[in-house]
C-alpha cells in the first residue's frame, strides 16, 4: 500500500465533525497510568498512530494495554517487569521519554532512549534533565548506545526547580515524578497548556496532591495512586482549529461539536479580525463559515493562551486566501516551516523574511544559538488561487496544512505521508469526506 492521499480539490467543505480527543493528553494519560495501582480506564482516546506505537511501548515494558472499545483504553501495569525502554517503538514516539517517571517510581533505575517523533527543530530535552537532576534523579547518558541511565533514591524526589523557560511535557513528566513519594515539590515557570491541567487533573481524581498557581506547581507526594472512576480525555484543540480552517478555506461552513471555547479563544479572535465566520452556540459548538473575502492578519506563535505553535500551518493556508500580505512569526519551536516548500508547489507566494528581535534569547521558546541561522518568520501574500502539485508531508500538523490546501486547489493533487497525518488525526480522511472533501488514502 502507498503511503499517500490523493485530494481532488475546488470544493466548498460543509457539515459537521465531532472532536476526537485530544492527542497530547491521551498519550500522557497513558503514561501516567503506569504509575497507578489496579487498572486504569481512559474514555475517549483518539484511535491514532501515536497512541497505538505508545501502546506497544509499554506492552514491550510488560504492562497490559488495550482498546476495550472504539475509544476506551484499559491500562494494567501491575505486571510491568521491565525497565529498559524499546529502542525501536521508542525512536518512533517523542513522548517515550516521559516513561522515565513511571519506570523511576517502579524499579528506581532506569535505561530510556534519546526521543524520536516529529522533527520540528533540535527538540532538546535538557530543561527536562536539568530539572529532574535538580530534584534528586541521577541521570547519565551514554552517547555510544543512545540511552539515558536514570536513578532514583527510594524516597522519590524532592525539592524546588525553576524552569528557565517553559516546557509543556517537561512541566508534566516532573508533575508525574513527584506526585508519588514522601516529599514536597515545588515547580516555577512551569508551562500553563490546558493539557498540563488536564494531567493534574486526571492525577488529582486518584489521590495525588497537586496544586497550582499560576505558573508555579505545588506537589505533596503520596503513597499511592488509585482510580476510582474512568478519565474522559478532553478534546483535541488542534483538530478542531484544522477543522476551522478547512471549513473557512474552501469557503464552506463547519460545525464544530464537543470543543470547549475556552481552549481556542485566541484562534477564534484571530479568525474574526481576518474576516472569517464564527457563531457560537454554546460553550462546546461553534459554526465556522466563509461569509466575505478575507483580509490578511500577521500572527505571532506562543504558549497558552496566546496564537499555538501547532496552528500556524493551517493559518498559512488560510492566508494564502487572504486578500494582502500577512506575516507568521514562530517563537516556540525552531525549523517549523517545513511546509513551506510545499505550498509553494501549489502556487502560493511565500518566502522567508528575517525579523529583528531585540533579545532573540528571551523572545524564542527554544535555546537560541546566535552562532546559528534562524529561519522563523514567513510573508504570506495573497490573495492566490491554488493549483494541484505532487507534495510532501514532513511533519503532522504541516501535514494537515497540506491537505487543507490540496483541498482549496483546483484539479487532483498527490500528498505523500498520509501515516505521519494518522500519527494525530483521527478519521481524519473519514471526516473530511463526510464534509464532501474529495480525499483518498491509497
Ligand atoms: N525545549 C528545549 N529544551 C527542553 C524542552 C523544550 O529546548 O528541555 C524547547 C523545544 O525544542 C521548543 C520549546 O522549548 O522549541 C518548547 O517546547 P515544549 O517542551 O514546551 O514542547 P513539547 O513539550 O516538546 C508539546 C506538544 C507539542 C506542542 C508544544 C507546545 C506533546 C507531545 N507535544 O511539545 O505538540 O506544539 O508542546 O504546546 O505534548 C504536536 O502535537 O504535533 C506537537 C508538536
Not at 474522559?232 to 474552501?250: G, P, Y
Request: glycine letters at 8%; a positive charge.
Amino acid at each position: 500500500m502507498e503511503d499517500a492521499y490523493i485530494v481532488k480539490g475546488g470544493k466548498k467543505l460543509k457539515g459537521n465533525v465531532v472532536i476526537s480527543g485530544a492527542k497530547n493528553v491521551a498519550l500522557k494519560a497513558i503514561i501516567a497510568s503506569l504509575l497507578f495501582e489496579g487498572y486504569v480506564i481512559l474514555e475517549n482516546v483518539p484511535r491514532i498512530n501515536d497512541v497505538d506505537e505508545l501502546m506497544n511501548l509499554i506492552r514491550a515494558l510488560g504492562a497490559k494495554a488495550a482498546f476495550s472499545e472504539k475509544n476506551k483504553v484499559k491500562i494494567d501495569s501491575s505486571i510491568m517487569d521491565k525497565n529498559k525502554v524499546d529502542l525501536l517503538h521508542a525512536s518512533k514516539i517523542r513522548v517515550s521519554f516521559m516513561l522515565f517517571a513511571p519506570l523511576l517510581h517502579r524499579f528506581k533505575k532506569c535505561y530510556v532512549p534519546n526521543p524520536g517523533g516529529c522533527r520540528i527543530g533540535a527538540r532538546p530535552i535538557d530543561r527536562i534533565i536539568e530539572g529532574m537532576k535538580q530534584l534528586g534523579v541521577k541521570v547519565n547518558y551514554n552517547s555510544g548506545t543512545g540511552f539515558y541511565k536514570a536513578e532514583m533514591k527510594e524516597e522519590g524526589i524532592k525539592g524546588e526547580y525553576t524552569f528557565g523557560k517553559p516546557s509543556h511535557t517537561g512541566t508534566e513528566i516532573l508533575i508525574m515524578l513527584s506526585a508519588l513519594g514522601k516529599n514536597k515539590v515545588i515547580l516555577n515557570n512551569t508551562a500553563l497548556e490546558p493539557e498540563v491541567d488536564e494531567l493534574i487533573k486526571f492525577l488529582n481524581e486518584s489521590g495525588a496532591d497537586i496544586k497550582k498557581e499560576g505558573s508555579r506547581i505545588l506537589i505533596k507526594g503520596v503513597s499511592k495512586l488509585v482510580q476510582k472512576k474512568p478519565f474522559q480525555i478532553m478534546s483535541d484543540r488542534n483538530e478542531a482549529v484544522t477543522f476551522a480552517v478547512l471549513a473557512v478555506a474552501t469557503k464552506g461552513e463547519v460545525t464544530i461539536e464537543k470543543i470547549p471555547i475556552f481552549l481556542i479563544e485566541e484562534f477564534i479572535k484571530c479568525l474574526k479580525k481576518a474576516g472569517g465566520g464564527v457563531e457560537i452556540y454554546n460553550n462546546q459548538k461553534v459554526r465556522f463559515f466563509y461569509h466575505e473575502s478575507l483580509n490578511s492578519l500577521n500572527i505571532e506563535t506562543s504558549p497558552h493562551p496566546g496564537f499555538m505553535t501547532d496552528w500556524q500551518p493551517n493559518w498559512a493556508v488560510l492566508m494564502t486566501q487572504a486578500k494582502g500580505e500577512s506575516i507568521i512569526h514562530e517563537r516556540v519551536f525552531e525549523n517549523r516551516f517545513s511546509y513551506v516548500n510545499e505550498l509553494k508547489k501549489l502556487g502560493a507566494k511565500i518566502e522567508f523574511i528575517p525579523l529583528g528581535v531585540a533579545n532573540p534569547k528571551d523572545f524564542y521558546n527554544f535555546d537560541y544559538n546566535p552562532e546559528k541561522i534562524y529561519q522563523q518568520a514567513i510573508k504570506i501574500t495573497g490573495h492566490t488561487p491554488l493549483h494541484n502539485a505532487a507534495l510532501q508531508i514532513k511533519d503532522l500538523r504541516a501535514g494537515a496544512s497540506l491537505i487543507i490546501a490540496a483541498l482549496v486547489a483546483t484539479g487532483e493533487s498527490v500528498v505523500q505521508g498520509a501515516s505521519i497525518v494518522e500519527r494525530g488525526y483521527e478519521d481524519f480522511e473519514k471526516k473530511v469526506q463526510l464534509l464532501g472533501g474529495k480525499v483518498k488514502k491509497i
